[in-house]
C-alpha cells in the first residue's frame, strides 16, 4: 500500500485567457460568518471563476442548498464543455508569498484514498482533527454528482531533512512555469512550476515510510507519511464516496480509478513561514452566564481571554493547548446541548474574531498548538480535537485553482 500511496496528477488548469485572480478564490470554509466577504468576491470574480463550481460554507444554512449544488455541477459541465481548461500531467510545485509576508512552498499531488482512514489512524495518511459525522453528509451531497475537484486540502509531511520539497524548488527554473498571478481578497501572489522529475520526488516522499525511519522517529512499526494539515472532513468525504464506488468496480478499475485519489498539496512541516494559529471561538446565544460557567468548569495553569460586550475576561484552562482545546470544546458541546439557541462558529483571526463578535458573540481567543508537537501527538493519542489549529491567517488558506476530473 506505501508504494501506491502517491501518484502524479493529471492537473486541469485554466487555458491562458483566463484571468487567474478572478479564477482562483480562498478556502470554502472560510470566513463563515462575514458575508461581505463573500459579496465583494461575487462582485469581483464574474462569470469564469472557481467561485461557481465551490460550495462555500456561508451559505450552507441559507436555504437554498440543492439549487446551489445543480449550480455547482451545471457550472463545471459549462466549463468542460467550453474547454477552457489545459491538462498538465505532473506534480506541481507551489511558490505562494501571503498578504502578510509569509512564503510557502507546496507541491500538488494525488493520494490513496486507500491509504487513508479517518477511523483508526493507523494508515500512511492520517487525520488531524476528530471528523465530526454530521459535518459529512452535506460534503458527500456536494461531491457526489461533481465531475471536477479542486483541492484546499493541505497535507503536512515531517521532513526536517528537507529532501522532498526543497530539492524540487532548487531544480525548477522559469521554463517550468505553469501559472503566475495575484490572488484575490488579500490572499498575495503565487506561481506553479511543472515538476520535470516525477519519480525523484515520488521516491522521497516513500523514503519517508522507511521502517527504520518510523522505528526511530516515532517508535511505530506502520508507516505514517502525511498527516491532514487542513481539510480533513474534505479527504473524510472522498474516502467515503470511493468507499461507496468500490465493490462496484473491478479490480482493475480500482486500481486506476480517478476517484480512489484525491488532490492536495503537500507542505513540509518544517517550511519556515508556515506557522500554525489558534482558531478561536465565537458563541452566540449566549452571555455572561456562559463566561461564569465556564470560569467554574474548566481549570488549569494555563489561560485563555474572553471577550464579550468590550469586556475582557479569563479563565484557567490545561496548559498544553491540545489539551486546552479539548476541555474548551468539550464546554462548549455541553452547554449548546443543554441551552437551545445557542450556537458556535470557528474563526481565524484575531481581529475577525473581533469583528463576528461585535454583533453580541462570546469571543473565545484560544491558545496556539506548537507545529513541532503535530506527528508525536498524532503518532500517540490520534486525531486532536477539532478546530485545534489553523495554518496560517484565513487570507493565507489555500484557494482553489488547479482542478482533477474525479469521474
Same mark, same amino acid.
Given at each position: 500500500?506505501?508504494?501506491?500511496?502517491?501518484?502524479?496528477?493529471?492537473?486541469?488548469?485554466?487555458?491562458?485567457?483566463?484571468?487567474?485572480?478572478?479564477?482562483?478564490?480562498?478556502?470554502?470554509?472560510?470566513?463563515?460568518?462575514?458575508?461581505?466577504?463573500?459579496?465583494?468576491?461575487?462582485?469581483?470574480?464574474?462569470?469564469?471563476?472557481?467561485?461557481?463550481?465551490?460550495?462555500?460554507?456561508?451559505?450552507?444554512?441559507?436555504?437554498?442548498?440543492?439549487?446551489?449544488?445543480?449550480?455547482?455541477?451545471?457550472?463545471?459541465?459549462?466549463?468542460?464543455?467550453?474547454?477552457?481548461?489545459?491538462?498538465?500531467?505532473?506534480?506541481?510545485?507551489?511558490?505562494?508569498?501571503?498578504?502578510?509576508?509569509?512564503?510557502?512552498?507546496?507541491?500538488?499531488? @494525488? &493520494?490513496?484514498?486507500?491509504?487513508?482512514?479517518?477511523? *483508526?489512524? /493507523? $494508515?500512511?495518511?492520517?487525520?488531524?482533527?476528530? =471528523?465530526?459525522?454530521?459535518?459529512?453528509?452535506?460534503?458527500?451531497?456536494?461531491?457526489?454528482?461533481?465531475?471536477?475537484?479542486?483541492?484546499?486540502?493541505?497535507?503536512?509531511?515531517?521532513?526536517?531533512?528537507?529532501?522532498?520539497?526543497?530539492?524540487?524548488?532548487?531544480?525548477?527554473?522559469?521554463?517550468?512555469?505553469?501559472?503566475?498571478?495575484?490572488?484575490?481578497?488579500?490572499?498575495?501572489?503565487?506561481?506553479?512550476?511543472?515538476?520535470?522529475?516525477?519519480?525523484?520526488?515520488?521516491?522521497?516522499?516513500?523514503?519517508?515510510?522507511?521502517?527504520?525511519?518510523?522505528?526511530?522517529?516515532?517508535?511505530?512499526?506502520?508507516?505514517?507519511?502525511? @498527516? &491532514?494539515?487542513?481539510?480533513?472532513?474534505?479527504?473524510? *468525504?472522498? /474516502? $467515503?464516496?470511493?468507499?461507496?464506488?468500490?465493490? =462496484?468496480?473491478?479490480?482493475?478499475?480500482?486500481?486506476?480509478?480517478?476517484?480512489?485519489?484525491?488532490?492536495?498539496?503537500?507542505?513540509?512541516?518544517?517550511?519556515?513561514?508556515?506557522?500554525?494559529?489558534?482558531?478561536?471561538?465565537?458563541?452566540?446565544?449566549?452571555?455572561?452566564?456562559?463566561?461564569?460557567?465556564?470560569?467554574?468548569?474548566?481549570?488549569?495553569?494555563?489561560?485563555?481571554?474572553?471577550?464579550?460586550?468590550?469586556?475582557?475576561?479569563?479563565?484557567?484552562?490545561?496548559?498544553?493547548?491540545?489539551?486546552?482545546?479539548k476541555a474548551i470544546q468539550g464546554f462548549i458541546d455541553t452547554y449548546i446541548r443543554e441551552h437551545e439557541g445557542v450556537s458556535v462558529d470557528y474563526i481565524h483571526g484575531d481581529a475577525n474574531l473581533s469583528e463576528v463578535a461585535a454583533h453580541d458573540g462570546v469571543a473565545i481567543f484560544m491558545p496556539v498548538m506548537e507545529k513541532r508537537d503535530l506527528f508525536p501527538y498524532v503518532v500517540k493519542h490520534g486525531a486532536l480535537p477539532r478546530k485545534t489549529f489553523s495554518m496560517g491567517e484565513a487570507e493565507e488558506k489555500r484557494y482553489y485553482l488547479e482542478c482533477r476530473s474525479i469521474k
Amino acid at each position: 500500500m506505501t508504494d501506491e500511496i502517491i501518484a502524479v496528477p493529471r492537473v486541469l488548469l485554466p487555458k491562458e485567457g483566463v484571468d487567474l485572480e478572478k479564477w482562483a478564490v480562498i478556502a470554502c470554509d472560510q470566513f463563515t460568518s462575514q458575508g461581505d466577504y463573500w459579496k465583494k468576491l461575487r462582485d469581483f470574480c464574474g462569470d469564469v471563476s472557481a467561485l461557481n463550481i465551490i460550495f462555500p460554507e456561508y451559505y450552507l444554512d441559507k436555504g437554498d442548498m440543492q439549487e446551489r449544488i445543480r449550480s455547482i455541477n451545471d457550472h463545471m459541465t459549462k466549463y468542460l464543455t467550453q474547454g477552457i481548461f489545459r491538462e498538465v500531467n505532473g506534480f506541481i510545485l507551489t511558490d505562494r508569498v501571503t498578504s502578510y509576508g509569509h512564503r510557502r512552498v507546496g507541491l500538488i499531488a @494525488a &493520494v490513496d484514498l486507500d491509504a487513508y482512514d479517518f477511523k *483508526t489512524g /493507523k $494508515l500512511p495518511i492520517r487525520a488531524t482533527e476528530a =471528523t465530526v459525522q454530521e459535518r459529512l453528509p452535506v460534503r458527500i451531497k456536494i461531491r457526489r454528482d461533481a465531475t471536477l475537484e479542486l483541492p484546499h486540502v493541505l497535507l503536512l509531511i515531517d521532513d526536517e531533512a528537507r529532501t522532498v520539497i526543497e530539492p524540487a524548488l532548487s531544480e525548477v527554473t522559469e521554463d517550468d512555469l505553469l501559472y503566475d498571478t495575484d490572488l484575490n481578497m488579500s490572499g498575495g501572489h503565487i506561481k506553479g512550476y511543472l515538476v520535470k522529475d516525477s519519480e525523484k520526488v515520488r521516491s522521497a516522499i516513500l523514503a519517508l515510510a522507511d521502517p527504520a525511519r518510523m522505528k526511530t522517529r516515532y517508535g511505530i512499526d506502520e508507516p505514517f507519511v502525511f @498527516a &491532514v494539515g487542513d481539510g480533513n472532513h474534505s479527504v473524510a *468525504t472522498a /474516502k $467515503l464516496l470511493w468507499e461507496e464506488l468500490k465493490p =462496484t468496480q473491478s479490480e482493475e478499475e480500482r486500481r486506476c480509478h480517478p476517484a480512489r485519489y484525491v488532490l492536495v498539496e503537500i507542505v513540509n512541516l518544517y517550511e519556515e513561514d508556515l506557522l500554525f494559529e489558534a482558531i478561536h471561538r465565537v458563541i452566540f446565544g449566549a452571555g455572561l452566564s456562559f463566561i461564569e460557567e465556564m470560569q467554574k468548569s474548566l481549570s488549569g495553569d494555563g489561560h485563555v481571554t474572553i471577550l464579550y460586550r468590550d469586556e475582557m475576561y479569563g479563565v484557567n484552562v490545561p496548559k498544553v493547548a491540545a489539551e486546552a482545546v479539548k476541555a474548551i470544546q468539550g464546554f462548549i458541546d455541553t452547554y449548546i446541548r443543554e441551552h437551545e439557541g445557542v450556537s458556535v462558529d470557528y474563526i481565524h483571526g484575531d481581529a475577525n474574531l473581533s469583528e463576528v463578535a461585535a454583533h453580541d458573540g462570546v469571543a473565545i481567543f484560544m491558545p496556539v498548538m506548537e507545529k513541532r508537537d503535530l506527528f508525536p501527538y498524532v503518532v500517540k493519542h490520534g486525531a486532536l480535537p477539532r478546530k485545534t489549529f489553523s495554518m496560517g491567517e484565513a487570507e493565507e488558506k489555500r484557494y482553489y485553482l488547479e482542478c482533477r476530473s474525479i469521474k
